[in-house]
C-alpha cells in the first residue's frame, strides 16, 4: 500500500509542483482523491499503469482539482483500455463529463461508472456510461459510506469551502498478521494459488482436509486496517475531525501560513498550522501538508515548520513523493 504525491500545488502550477491529486495504490487497484491539470504526464512520471482498476474521488468542482479528468479518461480511450474506472464526487459530475463527449467528443470505450454524492438527500446518483442522461439507479447513502467490499470501505462528509466539498477517507478492513511461508512448507502444500489465499486468510481443501491458516499458525491474528484520510479545500471543521479519527495518514491542504491565517479564513482554506490542529485532534499519525500557494515556491519550509510546532509528525508533500503503509 503506497501513497503517491501527483500534485501539491493550490490554484496554478509552478515549476516544482502540479495541481492537486493524489494516488492510492492498493493491491491490485489504484485510487486517486482529485485531478488537477496535466495529470497523464504524472501517470507516467510516477511509473503508474494507464490499463488498471481504478477510483477516483473528486472533492469539488474547482478548475484545479478537476480540469485534469477529462483529459486523462482521454488518454485512456487512446491507451485502448479495458479495466474499469468508477469517479465519485458532487451532483453534476456527469453534466461535466457528458459535456466534454458532446462538444469535445469524450469517448469512454472502456467500462466507466459516475456516482454523484447527492449531499442533501443522501443518495447515490449512479450512471453507467456517458451515454445515457438517465442515471442508472439511485441508492440510499448509509452512514456516509459510499463504496465497500470485503477489503476496505469509502467514506465521505461535506466540509467547509466556498463551493460544496467533499472530504473522503480510505478504510481498509481488519486483515490477518504476518504470512509464515515456513509453516505452509512444513505441512507440505506446494506454492502454489493456494498460498495467497491462506496468505488472506481464507480456508482451503487440500488432500480432502481443510486447512484454517489461524489455526494452524499460517497467519497471525487480525490487526486493525489502515487509513487514509483526505480533506479537500476546508478551513476547519468538526466533519472532517469526525471522519478523520484515528488516520494512519492526513492529506491536508495547507494553502497559506499561520501569518496568514485572515486571508485562509476570508477565503475558506486553511494554515499549516490549522492542518495539524486538525491532525492533532482527530489522532491522526501522520500528517501530509499540501495544496501550496504558489508564494512560497521558495520558503515551502516555512509552512512545515509551522505546523510541526504542534504536530511533530509532519511531511510537506512534494511531486512524486511516495509514502509506503506498510
Excluded at 171 to 178: A, F, H, L, T
Excluded at 182 to 199: A, T
Amino acid at each position: 500500500m503506497e501513497l503517491i504525491i501527483l500534485g501539491s500545488s493550490a490554484a496554478i502550477p509552478v515549476r516544482e509542483r502540479n495541481l492537486p491529486s493524489t494516488a492510492l495504490k492498493y493491491k491490485n487497484e489504484l485510487l486517486l482523491f482529485d485531478c488537477g491539470e496535466d495529470l497523464q504526464r504524472k501517470f507516467v512520471e510516477a511509473g503508474l499503469k494507464f490499463n488498471k482498476s481504478l477510483k477516483i474521488l473528486i472533492s469539488h468542482f474547482h478548475g484545479d482539482h478537476i480540469i485534469g479528468l477529462p483529459g486523462l479518461l482521454f488518454r485512456f480511450g487512446l491507451n485502448h483500455r479495458t479495466a474499469p474506472i468508477t469517479i465519485f464526487g458532487p451532483r453534476n459530475l456527469f453534466l461535466y463529463l457528458f459535456i466534454h463527449k458532446k462538444i469535445l467528443g469524450l469517448k469512454a470505450n472502456y467500462p466507466i461508472s459516475i456516482v454523484e454524492i447527492d449531499n442533501e438527500n443522501k443518495k447515490l446518483i449512479i450512471f453507467e456510461s456517458l451515454d445515457s442522461e438517465i442515471p442508472s439507479k439511485e441508492v440510499d447513502l448509509k452512514n456516509d459510506i459510499i463504496y465497500e467490499n470485503d477489503k476496505y470501505t469509502l467514506k465521505y462528509t461535506e466540509v467547509h469551502h466556498s463551493v460544496l466539498t467533499f472530504a473522503y477517507s480510505f478504510v481498509e478492513k481488519p486483515r490477518y498478521g504476518k504470512f509464515k511461508p515456513e509453516r505452509v512448507i512444513e505441512l507440505g502444500i506446494p506454492q502454489s494459488k493456494l498460498w495467497k489465499k491462506l496468505q488472506e486468510g481464507e480456508n482451503i481443501e487440500y488432500e480432502g482436509k481443510t486447512i484454517n491458516p489461524v489455526k494452524e499458525g499460517i497467519v497471525g491474528p487480525k490487526r486493525p486496517g489502515r487509513k487514509v484520510t483526505y480533506s479537500g479545500d476546508t478551513v476547519p471543521c468538526e466533519n472532517l475531525i469526525e471522519l478523520g479519527k484515528n488516520s494512519d495518514i492526513l492529506i491536508h491542504e495547507a494553502t497559506f501560513s499561520k501569518d496568514l491565517s485572515d486571508v485562509a479564513q476570508e477565503k475558506l482554506h486553511s494554515t499549516s498550522v490549522d492542518a495539524a490542529t486538525d491532525a492533532k485532534k482527530m489522532g491522526a499519525k501522520q500528517l501530509i501538508l499540501t495544496h501550496i500557494s504558489s508564494r512560497y515556491q521558495e520558503d515551502a519550509n516555512k509552512l512545515l515548520e509551522d505546523a510541526k510546532e504542534v504536530f511533530p509528525n509532519s511531511i510537506l508533500a512534494i511531486d512524486l513523493m511516495r509514502i509506503s503503509l506498510d
